[in-house]
């Protein structure tokens, strides 16, 4: 999603001059194409996080719009309360492009596995929350939210090829995009692990099990009628995320549920335990933290083996 | 209108805080001279939402009180807002807020001011403006490392519309600097970071206005001033003393202060 993020905000640059590029030093080979065009209006501020967002919000109020580009981990966590008593706080325009949600760093390690900035960035208010699940969807999120009068965090995958089946490049803020189909099991996704869940469906459609898959890139503001219209039709729901599952996606539809009554039982599939000392490929790591295909085919079986026994 | 001077601002902070009994004091009225000396003679600022007039950045919220008298004697809050401070459903904190008219910034955690004023001052040579971006920060405010990032931007930059103006008193909230975390020397620190520095004395307003007055805000380096400062200044029974960095005042405490403040 990155060389995409990236020329879709070299166009925008020539559209819009409010419109700036900040790094904390990252995006070696990922830059190169705003910088040629718009070298006066990127600035890389060094390894230095919190006054990046300090920066961003002082260039903010003077009527721009920055985006400001790290690893994930590094962009919500490290500036946090700056972002908290800047952008938050103030109301200001400041994009924060969080890079490699859960763990697409893999080897690099924990302190590059992003597994909680969904959570910490949800929990602050009028912050938009974007989590695009495959590259024309990132084209159309960051298309549909990038003037929107107050700060927004997106996720966005290193994955430059990443194709969701059935997403098709949709994208509406407060909404969700159905991709799949199902009458017996809900799948509700959010980021790339949706084509894994797209893969996972597609062996229990195999299996005789029919599943509706939906993608959740609107984190905030909410898919709230989508998910309420969705859950209401069935008696179990799997929540999947490359993310702790507090916080998440998986704690967004257990809100939903609980605060709409609704008789959906939510299994919340994501990552658990902090991974101590264990690295590996993302593939290894989200097969270790239940997120592969296979995986997920389990877990949706246990998930709805009690009702189809009592069924039987 | 009242005029604006040091002293209105220092009575300003004794009554209201003894109003609200709250604390804080000593490190407003540290800063009173330099607030007198940017509302009264250097800030430019048409009205409070000219797009280009200065920016100030009070970096050191918790002494949002000598602030507020300022926009007071200015006449862009009411005496009902001042009478709000620290009250229920109040704009007016102990840390200031931007909603207020006049507040360019919500500060209150340190470290903060001087990243959100780079950029301020980015953003204003960027568009070609002429206004310059003020921030106070404490001595005590420089423990914080993300200070120093901001102050290595600034001269990277060479943000010379950028006017830092440190409060040197010696004093942090549990203790003096030298013996929690030593910051001398002080001036020779910017400097080496690449800053134009000045030192004055900090209850000087001419001297503070006139150092204001000769820098060259149109090219070069940023600027700060090292302000020294005496915390409490003006009310001797305060001056120095760490415990009025938290106490509020009983009423023999509050009448001996005003009487020295406006003596």
Redesign the interface.
């Known amino acids: 999603m990155r060389a995409t993020f990236t020329h879709t905000l070299s166009e925008l640059a020539d559209r819009d001059p409010r419109v700036l590029l900040l790094t904390a030093d990252l995006g070696f080979t990922v830059f190169e194409p705003f910088i040629e065009k718009h070298p ?1 209006r990127f600035f890389n ?2 390894v ?1 996080e ?2 990046m ?12 719009i ?1 985006f400001v580009y790290s690893i994930a981990t590094f962009a919500s966590l490290r500036p946090y ?2 972002i908290r ?2 952008p938050i ?2 109301h200001l325009p400041v994009r924060i492009v969080g890079v490699g949600g859960g763990f697409e760093y893999g080897t690099a390690g924990p302190t590059h596995h992003s597994l909680e900035d969904i959570g910490v960035m949800r929990l602050q208010p009028g912050i938009t929350v974007i989590a695009p699940a495959d590259v024309p969807q990132a084209r159309s999120a960051v298309l549909a939210t990038w003037d929107l009068p107050g700060p927004v965090y997106y996720r966005l995958s290193k994955d430059d090829r990443i194709i969701v089946s059935g997403l098709d490049g949709r994208f509406t803020l407060g909404q969700l995009q159905v991709i799949r189909q199902g009458q017996e099991l809900l799948m509700i996704a959010m980021g790339p692990v949706s084509a894994d869940v797209v893969a996972a469906a597609e062996v229990l459609h195999e299996q005789g099990i029919e599943c509706t898959v939906a993608v959740v890139a609107s984190v905030n503001p909410p898919p709230t009628s989508d998910l309420v219209a969705l859950l209401g039709g069935f008696p179990v729901a799997l929540t999947v995320e490359a993310h702790y599952v507090t916080g998440g996606v998986g704690s967004l539809v257990s809100e939903i549920v609980a605060e709409h009554g609704l008789g959906c039982r939510v299994v919340r599939c994501g990552v658990r335990e902090s991974p101590d000392g264990i690295t590996g490929s993302p593939q290894y790591l989200q097969q270790l933290h239940g997120l592969s295909p296979t995986a997920l085919v389990e877990t949706a079986l246990r998930a709805i083996q009690p009702r189809r026994t009592s069924n039987a | 209108m009242e005029s604006l001077s040091s002293r209105r601002i220092r009575q300003i902070i004794l009554d209201q805080s003894k109003r609200a009994h709250v604390g804080h004091i000593g490190c407003s009225l540290a800063i009173a001279d330099i607030i007198a000396a940017l509302y009264g003679e250097i800030l430019n600022i048409p009205s409070p939402d000219d ?1 280009n007039r200065d920016r100030l950045v009070l970096s050191k919220g918790h002494a949002a009180l000598a602030l507020y008298a300022a926009l007071f004697l200015k006449g862009w809050i009411s005496e009902a807002d001042l009478n709000s401070y620290c009250g229920d459903a109040s704009l007016f904190g102990v840390h200031p807020d ?1 909603s207020v008219n006049g507040i ?6 340190l ?14 040579r ?2 070609r403006s002429g206004r310059r ?1 003020f921030v106070v920060v404490s001595d005590g405010e420089c423990n914080e490392g ?1 200070l120093w ?2 102050v ?2 600034a001269a ?1 930059h060479r943000l010379a519309n950028l006017i830092a103006i440190v409060d040197l008193d010696g004093q942090q909230a549990f203790g003096y600097t030298s013996e929690v975390l030593s910051l001398t020397p002080m001036a020779e620190r910017w400097r080496a970071f690449g800053w134009d520095t000045h030192e004055v004395d900090g209850h000087d307003q001419k001297a503070i206005s006139a150092a204001v007055a000769s820098l060259d805000i149109s090219d070069g380096p940023p600027h700060v001033l090292i302000a020294h400062t005496i915390f409490g200044k003006g009310v001797s029974f305060m001056e120095s003393k760490i415990r009025w960095h938290y106490m509020p005042m009983s009423e023999e405490e509050y009448r001996q202060a005003v009487r020295e403040v406006t003596a």
């Open positions: 006066d501020v060094g230095s919190q006054n967002l300090g920066l961003a919000t002082g260039l903010a109020e003077a009527g721009f920055p309360e700056f008593n800047g706080l103030h | 797009p931007h360019d910034f919500t500060t209150g955690s470290g903060h001011g001087l990243s959100m004023a780079a950029g301020t001052a980015l953003g204003a960027m568009q971006v993300s990032e901001a290595m931007f990277h």
